[in-house]
């Protein structure tokens, strides 16, 4: 169950085909349904990406703490997960991304949204990069 930060996010998001306002206004925005780890039940969380060819790519930040976000553990026990970007659902599957490709990808994502740069900062831990693989349909 999202919180109700991410749930009016969801809301306009889903409203506004794939568009958010405030502190999200402009940014790329994908709604992330994953099974949850423990639950088993689907959550859907709004998480900022960045395109990366045919991949989708996402960044366990959650916001610089000292622990992974629910939806990054969600995809280490089921990588399948369906991602909303616009008006569009894909089907995709989870590839954890390591060394230097992650360190690139980071990067990318530290030039579109320079707030990564001070989550890294914040926590000790490596923030994971996580690919989202598009599935035939």
Not at 82 to 111: H, N, P, Q, S
Not at 113 to 123: D, I, L, N, R, S
């Amino acid at each position: 169950m999202p919180n109700d930060f991410n749930k009016q996010i969801i809301e306009e998001f889903r409203a506004n085909e794939g568009r958010v306002g405030g502190m999200f206004e402009g940014a790329p925005l994908v709604l992330l349904t994953t099974t949850g780890a423990k639950s088993g039940k689907q959550t859907t969380t709004p998480v900022m990406y960045l395109r990366d060819g045919e991949r989708v790519v996402v960044i366990a930040s959650n916001a610089g703490a000292d622990r992974h976000p629910a939806w990054y553990h969600n995809l280490r026990a089921t990588p399948e997960a369906t991602a909303e970007i616009g008006t569009e659902t894909f089907a995709v599957k989870a590839d954890f991304v390591d060394g230097v490709e992650r360190d690139r990808l980071y990067a990318r994502m530290v030039e579109q949204a320079p707030g990564f740069a001070e989550y890294e900062a914040k926590t000790s831990r490596r923030i994971p990069v996580v690919a989202l693989e598009l599935l035939a349909a």
